[in-house]
């Protein structure tokens, strides 16, 4: 086995998620296309529609390919951990010809886009360092429309779960159809301000429909999601009962000054794929 | 809420004749544009040089495309539409002097562009965010692509050829009546009540 291997099933990993649904997001969909008419309903049959020929065609399924972003948990003692991060930026280049992807990373400053959907700090790569000798890594390509409406606020304590709610209800029915509804939507609490809104975003890679393991934020979960879906902003904004196929809490001890809020926002094309990789090589996109 | 096919270009008496609510399918011609074409187009106006395409034979789409060049031709990968209030800015002055008859995007434009739509008599018809494998169905032909070293491939006005591309919704129509407009109020009535819930 070699670093090719690996290299070769992130780019199969890469056109895995870029034309292939999880089939979790797929049924959430469906059920939102029967319970919604008139223009909703267009709207999540054109979606469902664009997911089928995506899948058959191999072309992706959103012309916005994303900036890819990786999410590792790999094994202190993994064999390749030292080359991971080369093995994955050439996968990105890869994929980015081979897919096709759009060239999607550019130069804030002088404009240039290299074409190959890397450059400073990108491909976005959050490491994770655990025991043992494997490694998973879970990809999340993120559109530029819904991660525009990323939000945070540095909440006063004071304003409690109540003020958490409203903050999360005003700021997801404000966004209106701008990020492709019906989306996903990951909520990081607590931390700093920074760490707020990672874990929000690192609670998008957790499956549509899937509850937090503690029941009281597992409530708040499904209370949000009943509360945002009560606004009839809709599917892309043309009014309808869902605006959200789910919210996702994730939080981490605050200190007692500050309520850091980070909501981070997926598109209904919450595309995701993972690969694990033994300690001989052997690379798996499950 | 009635189906409609339109070719280009487009007839002004059939724009509009549309309603918000109605979902119309497109044959004929359209072009790509974003945020960088739009300036450019209007830049080569204000300099008195002429567009190399005829603008207002087509729809105007708000789109960066994935593209792939294969035997010297290009072929459209995925072209869902972009978030068409970014161009809020500068769209009244560009279909005042471009007279497109129809704009496709997502998300909605404001009351600076529904104005210009119905001062030009033309329609906002909004197509699903994200549905770019579909899109690329409907698409027979780059025609094509014009400033592309310039402006990079997303920038780029690209001119396609499609076939019954849709289902686009009327969301503005040409007459000053706004889908986003009248749900605005629905959804601020909805959001009180949401905060009264959360109050409880």
């Known amino acids: 086995m070699s670093n090719k291997d690996i290299e070769d099933q992130l780019v199969e990993a890469i056109r895995r998620a870029e034309t292939q649904l999880p089939n979790d997001v797929v049924s959430a969909l469906e059920k939102a296309y029967e319970v919604e008419e008139g223009p909703a309903r267009v709207q999540v049959e054109a979606i469902l529609e664009n997911i089928k020929v995506s899948r058959e065609t191999g072309a992706p399924m959103c012309q916005d390919t994303g900036i890819q972003t990786f999410y590792i948990e790999v094994g202190a003692d993994f064999p390749y951990l030292g080359e991971l991060k080369d093995i994955i930026t050439n996968a990105v280049k890869r994929a980015s010809g081979e897919i096709p992807l759009r060239p999607n990373t550019v130069n804030p400053f002088t404009g240039e886009n290299p074409g190959n959907n890397v450059g400073n700090y990108v491909p976005y790569i959050t490491w994770d360092i655990v025991k043992g000798e494997e490694c998973t890594i879970h990809l999340l390509p993120k559109g530029g429309g819904s991660e525009n409406m990323c939000a945070l606020n540095m909440m006063a304590p004071g304003k409690g779960i109540k003020g958490l709610k409203r903050f999360v209800v005003d700021h997801i029915v404000g966004c209106g159809g701008k990020p492709c509804p019906p989306t996903v939507v990951g909520i990081g609490v607590g931390g700093g301000a920074d760490l707020s809104l990672k874990l929000g975003k690192k609670s998008l890679l957790r499956d549509v429909g899937v509850r937090h393991p503690e029941p009281h934020i597992a409530e708040l979960e499904e209370e949000l999601l009943k509360l945002i879906n009560e606004s009839g902003v809709g599917p892309m904004g043309v009014g309808g009962k869902t605006t959200v196929l789910d919210v996702h809490i994730e939080y981490a001890h605050r200190h007692p000054a500050s309520f850091p809020i980070g909501i981070a926002v997926q598109c209904w094309a919450d595309r995701r794929s993972t690969v694990r990789i033994t300690k001989d090589g052997r690379a798996e996109v499950i | ?200």
């Not at chain 2, 007279?99 to 018809?125: N, S």
């Not at chain 2, 000053?176 to 109050?199: D, F, M, P, T, V």
Request: hydrophobic letters at 40%; proline letters at 4%; charged letters at 30%.
């Open chain 2, 1 to 200: 809420m009635a189906t409609i096919k339109l070719n280009t270009p487009f007839d002004k008496k059939d724009i509009q004749n549309l309603k918000v609510g109605d979902t119309v399918y497109i044959s004929g011609k359209m072009f790509t544009a974003r945020d960088e074409c739009h300036l450019k187009m209007l830049e080569l106006h204000k300099e008195g040089k002429d567009i190399p395409f005829k603008p207002e034979d087509m729809a105007l789409f708000h789109c960066g495309p994935v593209v792939q060049k294969k035997n010297d031709e290009w072929r459209i990968v995925s072209a869902g539409p972009t978030t068409s209030i970014r161009m809020e800015i500068f769209e009244d002055e560009f279909l005042k002097t471009f007279k497109c008859r129809m704009i496709i995007g997502k998300g909605g434009m404001a009351d600076r562009t529904l104005k210009a739509l119905e001062e030009v008599g033309a329609v906002y018809v909004h197509y699903t965010g994200g549905a770019g494998a579909l899109a690329a169905m409907a698409i027979k032909k780059v025609e094509d692509v014009y400033w592309l070293d310039e402006l990079g491939i997303p920038e780029a006005a690209w001119i396609l050829d499609v076939c019954e591309f849709g289902p686009l919704t009327v969301t503005i129509d040409a007459h000053g009546n706004s889908l986003y407009n009248e749900l605005g109020k629905e959804i601020q009535k909805n959001l009180e009540k949401i905060h009264r819930e959360i109050e409880k």
